[in-house]
């Protein structure tokens, strides 16, 4: 396989602000990877942890059909709204402007979500009239997905008291504190302005299916999907339900739906209630790797942890399982990986999937290493490498 443009986004794109999600990969790595396939013309490529939609964008502008899924409501509204034409941008600003009208004469107090955890009374009531306007005049899902995901940047612009270390997590309000009293005239300017910052696509590029939906239950039909590529969740302290909190709660989402939802994303810091154990599938590596955590003499290795790092490898092989049901024989699947550390343990997630992935029956056919971005308060300061491994299901 030819040399991959790496997955990491560029400065320039990251700076993008309406185009902030922590987790995105880059549009170029996907572009290259679909190239490299040289897929049929009506080839479905699908992309089971979408979040942002980078790789259903890029499969749309390549004119190839591709399906989205990600679990998280919020992240579908990204994936809309980068595939905003011209005329999706016009319309989201002329009914975002008639909306800001309204939302001034219409104010009831309605409950909006886990709005509460930050925003007084008077701005609840005014985001909600702004809200039922907004859905009122539009259910186009690209022009409301570009003004869902405009609000929702200007709203954490309003919100940079509560940002923490990080970068994905936003702290409730404190009860000692003042809640925040929303700046309406600042976020009708701000959304306005990250409308048209947008980069607009073709208006005749194919539109992808985007989907809130588990992977691990897809509903596609069996042998479907020609390729796979992807990002899948790690195994980190990055919480993709508090990551996109104030988009949930735009959504509408109460502070226990969105525990919900957290609990069930793949990669959650969150236990679920059934008891785990790990699943008897899994390669000699992965079982290793939890006997050292098991094992760790460190507080809560045995207990909290090690059920997180069991949740975290089912979910990952049932969501393989079902990757390899869709994918139609020696169709491809290429993920993009990043290793981590537990403690002083390494854990060398690229081998362990690529194990896991042997195992259910697809082939190694490439493995591509970059040096990843850094986070350092998750890596303990190591140096952590991302890896484009890509497969072939076996026939
Ligand atoms: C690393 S991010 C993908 C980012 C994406 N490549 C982009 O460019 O924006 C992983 C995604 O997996 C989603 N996710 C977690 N568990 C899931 C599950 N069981 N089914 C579907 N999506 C899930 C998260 O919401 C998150 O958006």
Known sequence: MKTLRSPKQKPANQARKSLRYYAAYSEGFVEDVIRSLKLPKDAVILDPWNGSGTTTLVASR?????IGFDLN????????????????MEKAITTVKKAFIKSHSKQLYQYLGAFEKWFDEQSISHLSALRAAIHKSSNDSIVLGLIDTAICTGLREQLTAFKTKN????????SHEKKISLDIALLEETTIGL?????????N???PLLQTKNIIESGLQSASVDAVITSPPYCTRIDYGIATVIELAWLGLGINAIQDLRLQMTGTPRVRKETFSANENLPFSVKELLEAIETHPSKASKSYYLKTYHQFFNDMYLSFEELHRVIKPQGSLCVVV???????????LPALLEAILETIGFEILGKTPYIAGGLNFIHGNNTVNEVALTFQKKA
């Open 338 to 348: 990043q290793d981590s550390f537990y403690k002083d343990v390494h854990v060398k």
């Open 205 to 207: 590029s194919l539109k």
């Open 62 to 66: 390549l004119k190839f059909n591709s």
């Open 195 to 203: 409308i048209g910052q947008c980069t607009p696509q073709a208006s």
């Open 73 to 88: 409501p919020a992240v579908s509204q990204m994936a809309y709204s980068r595939l905003a034409s011209m005329p999706d």
């Open 167 to 174: 970068p994905s997590w936003l702290r409730f309000c404190r």
